[in-house]
């Protein structure tokens, strides 16, 4: 059974800093692209990831967080993590991992195309 369980949501002041995890089981890890989703509430979940890695370890970013989120990942822990930097009330949201297997082909962490997800963890940034 896949499961995706995110952790570190929490409430912080603007300029802060977070960091969520997730960790990934019942699936090969290195396998599979991997991203970070956000859902304003009330509003639809974004359709890019604001952040990816990809199964050879390349990054991508979403023009709003680049330069102050970092997507790593720990093979030895099966774990995706998103260190979240300069927190902005702007970035208040649920935030959701997800898997897509790569077959080879690529990632390009798109929401739809993403097979596996986690239950989501709440940020919230006040100002």
């Known amino acids: 059974q896949v499961q995706l369980a995110e952790s570190g949501g929490d409430s912080v002041q603007s300029g802060g800093s977070l960091k969520l995890s997730c960790v990934v089981s019942?699936?090969?890890?290195?396998?599979?692209?991997l991203g970070w989703f956000r859902q304003v509430p009330g509003v639809e979940r974004e359709l890019g990831a604001i952040?990816?890695?990809?199964?050879?370890?390349?990054?991508s970013y979403a023009e709003s967080v680049k330069g102050r989120f970092t997507i790593s990942k720990d093979y030895a822990k099966n774990t995706l993590f998103l260190q979240m930097n300069s927190l902005k009330p702007q970035d208040t949201a649920m935030y959701y991992c997800?898997?897509?297997?790569?077959?080879?082909?690529?990632?390009?962490?798109?929401?739809?195309?993403?097979?596996?997800w986690g239950q989501g963890v709440l940020v919230t940034i006040s100002s």
């Open positions: 997800a898997a897509a297997a790569s077959n080879g082909l690529g990632c390009d962490f798109i929401e739809p195309h993403m097979d596996y």
């Open positions: 019942g699936l090969p890890f290195g396998d599979y692209c």
């Open positions: 952040a990816g890695i990809s199964d050879i370890g390349t990054t």
